[in-house]
């Protein structure tokens, strides 16, 4: 009996093509996105805390229009603002935008930039001329107005013009610095000054060490009261005055030279109108002139005659000291 065959089953499958593995392209263009937003984050945060004068300046710098040559070559290595000079010199370029808030027309950190004598710019940093300024007293009205002058323009260089006011007084130059609406000297209810203010102080360092005039510094504060019984008005006006005194002894300001540092709260109104007005918490300095001093020196009970150094006294004592014999180090 013959065998019937089995029949042969035929499965016809359907070729797919193999998905492909994601690649890390989107990864790329991702951190391309993250790269552009940041950057123009930076770009409005930048602009935002530039002045007008300081915009001009970055478009000015991107146009090649603060080159003396016209624009900028790429292939001009002689200008290069690299910290390399290709002589084997190590060279610290100064800073292309002036920075109006840090002092003197100083650019930048002071620390990073090369600063050069009075004899090179009469305004660019430390140097032996800083400005026009004779040493000397000043006592007479013409004198105190032309001291008042140069100290106007040192306010203005570093534009605090609207945060200090200039008094010639018979008894000298009042120099009032005062808070406004915009802008604070010292932190509310501290002692913690602002690097502008402290920028306006070191600017003024500089030019009131040039003048023998004896000084006077009092810190005031408006009409809210301070919270707290044991810390008030008087011992943060105090201490504001006295960390205004600093700041200038450290830009510039003889030792000696200020001979009163008061505290006066709120009981001296600069508003007398608004006793809470910004401008009423303010530091005041005053350059007196002889009269001035001598009537605070009474006042004090202190003595109006000051010692005259001995020059030849002082000069044996130098001489004797640089011809000691060392001491063995130990």
Not at 319 to 328: C, S
């Amino acid at each position: 009996m013959a065998t019937r065959p089995e029949p042969i089953v035929i499965r016809r499958k359907k070729r797919t093509k193999a998905k492909p593995g994601h690649g890390g392209a989107w990864k790329v263009a991702f951190a391309d996105f993250t790269l552009a937003m940041m950057a123009l984050f930076m770009v409005l945060w930048i602009m935002q805390i530039a002045d007008q004068q300081e915009r001009t300046m970055i478009v000015q710098y991107l146009k090649g229009d603060l080159y003396s040559t016209g624009s900028i070559n790429p292939f001009d290595l002689s200008r290069s603002p690299s910290l390399i000079d290709f002589q084997g010199n190590i060279a610290i370029q100064q800073a292309v935008l002036p920075a109006t808030s840090t002092g003197v027309d100083r650019s930048g950190p002071a620390m990073h930039n090369h600063i050069p004598l009075g004899k090179d710019n009469v305004k660019a940093g430390i140097g032996p001329e800083l400005n026009s300024l004779v040493p000397g007293k000043f006592e007479t009205q013409a004198q105190l107005e032309f001291l008042a002058r140069e100290i106007e323009q040192v306010i203005t260089d570093v534009s605090m013009n609207a945060n200090v006011e200039l008094q010639v007084v018979p008894q000298g130059v009042r120099i009032l610095m005062h808070d406004n609406i915009n802008q604070f000297m010292f932190t509310r209810g501290s002692s913690n000054m602002k690097p502008y203010f402290e920028d306006l102080l070191m600017a003024l360092g500089p030019i009131l060490g040039k003048v023998e005039n004896k000084m006077s510094i009092s810190g005031h504060t408006d009409s809210s009261p301070y919270a707290g019984k044991t810390f008030t008005n008087w011992e943060l006006s105090s201490k504001r005055a006295l960390l205004a005194r600093r700041v200038l002894e450290y830009s510039g300001v003889q030792r000696d030279q200020v001979i009163q540092v008061t505290g006066m709260a709120d009981q001296a109104p600069y508003i007398a109108d608004d006793p809470a007005a910004a401008a009423n918490r303010r530091i005041e300095m005053l350059v007196m002139t002889s009269a001035a001093e001598t009537q605070i020196r009474q006042m004090m009970g202190m003595s109006s005659e000051q010692p005259q150094p001995n020059k030849e006294l002082d000069s044996a004592k130098n001489t004797a000291e640089a011809n000691k014999p060392r001491m063995r180090y130990r």
